[in-house]
């Protein structure tokens, strides 16, 4: 289905609200039925008709729709956060015993899911590096029920080929997922390649308006139901009308924003190339980026992300830098309308965070929608006390 067409008119309904352009927030939680026969034929279909806002909401089920459609998926459903619709995904395809193949480098609550969380449980995981289908081939045991994807991760950006995990995921019957949040659905659309379960933060650039914290699961039909009937209504992490009231109206201008942000990365890498003071840079479409070949087969943008380890030889000089920038906010998150500068010498002090992949030097920036000039500037000056 055409993009516009999804963005601006699927699963809006505009007779059943007085010809609104914006559709109305349904802020109830229950709705009432006129007959025996529509109770009952409501009961028996909880995930399509409106029994009770838990389960299926009028403007929470226009952004399902929306979502569905743009990751070329039969269903979707939302939580309260992309923790949340991940979490669902994983719990919802293992029991104890089972075991799960985790790309090396997920999201941190991700990783706490497996190690933590999941452990408790007796669920048993490996991490392996996602960059070699070898890798995963050989973590594979035969209680292996779940590989999960994250392609790219976003700090370093690591790829997995994704038509080679779904057709080696297929032929072994365990069910594949991946958190598509760098990409978005238009940048990349895991379906086609035969990934079974999307999973995004849509706190980042589906929402991108940096005021919502909400989490997107796309499958099949008969996976959303199955994950529906259980995680969704017996942990009930949804998300309320408003929010998702918030969220299309985020939606409607995702392409603009994403191309916007994804300009403005790309000119101000163009410059940092040629400057004395970084080392290299992380970026999958950019030349030195080890996986820039797979990353062009199967992505068709990267957007407004990117890491940098600059050059300098002091700790305090890093500091400087990161306290001279003033259009930069220092900040987690990304997708939003503002840039932002993750520097990560300000968490490896706190034990357990240290990477010993990642040096102090590194930071990873998000270009939001600013004038790619004025962002400029900032970090020109603020590189002059590396
Ligand atoms: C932010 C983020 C998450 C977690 O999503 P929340 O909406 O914060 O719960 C998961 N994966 C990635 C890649 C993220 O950036």
Redesign the pocket.
Same mark, same amino acid.
């Not at 939580?79 to 991940?86: C, H, M, N, Q, V």
């Not at 999973?199 to 980042?204: A, F, M």
């Not at 987690?332 to 997708?335: A, E, H, I, K």
């Given at each position: 289905m055409n993009i516009s067409e999804i963005l601006n008119h699927l699963g809006e309904d505009r007779e059943q609200y007085f010809n609104a352009i914006s559709p109305p927030i349904i802020q109830s939680s229950n709705f009432a039925f006129p007959n025996l026969h529509q109770f009952r034929t409501a009961f028996a279909d909880e995930l399509n008709q409106h029994v009770y806002s838990r389960g299926n909401n009028p403007t929470v089920e226009i952004l399902r729709k929306k979502l569905a459609a743009l990751e070329g998926t039969e269903d979707a459903l939302v939580? =309260?956060? !992309?923790?949340?619709?991940?979490a669902a995904a994983v719990i919802g395809n293992v029991q104890t015993g089972d075991h799960i193949i985790c790309q090396q480098a997920? %999201?941190s *609550?991700?990783s706490a899911l497996l190690r933590k969380f999941l452990a408790r449980f007796g669920v048993e995981h490996t991490f392996v590096d996602g960059t070699d289908l070898r890798n995963i081939e050989a973590a594979y045991r035969p209680n292996t029920k779940v590989l999960y994807l994250?392609s790219p991760?976003?700090m370093t950006f690591e790829c997995q080929d994704l038509a080679a995990c779904a057709t080696w995921a297929k032929a072994k019957g365990v069910v594949t997922m991946i958190?598509n =949040? %760098?990409s978005s659905p238009l940048y990349q659309q895991p379906a086609t390649f035969g990934i079974d379960i999307v999973?995004? =933060? !849509?706190?980042?650039y589906l929402n991108g308006h940096s005021d919502v +914290? +909400? !989490?997107v699961l796309c499958a099949s039909k008969e996976m959303v139901r199955k994950l529906f009937e259980s995680e969704l209504m017996t942990l009930g992490g949804i998300l309320s009308p408003h929010d998702a009231a918030l969220v299309i109206r985020g939606l409607r201008t995702l392409p603009l924003r994403l191309q916007r942000s994804d300009a403005s990365a790309r000119w101000i890498l163009d410059k940092l190339d040629d400057h004395p003071k970084v080392e290299r840079v992380w970026y999958p479409f950019h030349h030195q980026f080890e996986q820039l070949e797979l990353a062009q087969k199967q992505m068709g943008g990267c957007g407004g992300l990117f890491s940098v380890q600059f050059k300098t030889d002091s700790p305090e000089k890093m500091e400087a830098f990161i306290h001279r920038l003033k259009r930069f906010l220092m900040a +987690? =998150? *990304? !997708?939003g309308h503002e840039s932002l500068i993750i520097p990560t010498i300000g968490f490896y002090h706190i034990p357990g965070r240290e990477n010993p992949t990642i040096p102090w030097t590194f930071c990873r920036f998000y270009i939001g929608l600013e004038e790619p000039e004025w962002l400029w500037e900032d970090l020109e000056q603020a590189m002059e006390v590396l």
């Open positions: 939580f =309260s956060s !992309g923790a949340g619709a991940i997920p %999201y *609550w991700t994250e991760n976003t958190d =949040s %760098y999973l995004h =933060s !849509g706190t980042k +914290v +909400v !989490g +987690v =998150s *990304w !997708g």
